[in-house]
């Protein structure tokens, strides 16, 4: 996985103890990106089962998408564009292009970048990306903003955020209920 430097990573663990509280975490990153009007490069990481997708489903519900969310295991990526008011003037809509992606089919890290998905990591959109993992380490592989890796316990589920970027510093801060790390 991508390091970065001490200094710019922020850490944060949540608890989640049902799908509610999936879908809770899901609403306060969502929250923070209708806030901002901008968008975020996610990694969610995790074994399969995990929740990567669950959360995924819950950032773009709580984002405003309504209708059927797919998962893109078979499609590599599905496209969503979300309508959010202008910090600048309530009166106009800002338009947020979301990008859902899903790498659990790559067998070489090359093929993101053949796949020419590049152009959607220019820090304008959402990418939210599942098994990053299978893409790390091509040319170009963008440094997220905030990784969430999800790890089934007991309890439910374990959600361990690592910010790498100021954006998501700030997004992990707007998540209240996180723990700090």
């Known amino acids: 996985m991508p390091k970065a430097p001490p200094s710019t990573r922020i850490e944060a663990t949540a608890a989640l103890a049902d799908p509610l509280a999936t879908d809770a975490l899901g609403e306060r990153i969502a929250a923070f990106l209708r806030s901002t009007g901008q968008g975020l490069n996610i990694h969610l990481c995790g074994d399969l089962g995990a929740g990567k997708t669950s959360l995924a489903r819950a950032i773009l519900r709580g984002l405003g998408v309504t209708g059927r969310i797919k998962s893109p295991t078979f499609a590599l990526v599905e496209s969503y564009v ?3 008011p202008s910090v600048l003037d309530i009166r ?4 947020l292009y979301c990008y859902h992606f899903d790498f659990y089919r790559f067998t070489d890290p090359r093929e993101w970048l053949d796949a020419g998905f590049r152009e959607y990591f220019d820090g ?3 990418c939210l990306v599942e098994w990053p993992e299978k893409a790390a380490g091509s040319e ?3 440094l997220p903003d905030l990784r969430i890796t999800l790890e089934v316990v007991a309890q ?3 959600a361990s955020l690592q910010a790498y970027s100021p954006r998501g510093a700030a997004c992990l801060a707007g998540a209240a209920s996180c723990d700090p790390a």
């Open 82 to 84: 979300v309508q959010i």
């Open 92 to 95: 106009q809509n800002l338009s």
């Open 124 to 126: 304008t959109a959402l």
């Open 140 to 142: 170009h592989w963008p």
């Open 156 to 158: 439910g589920r374990i």
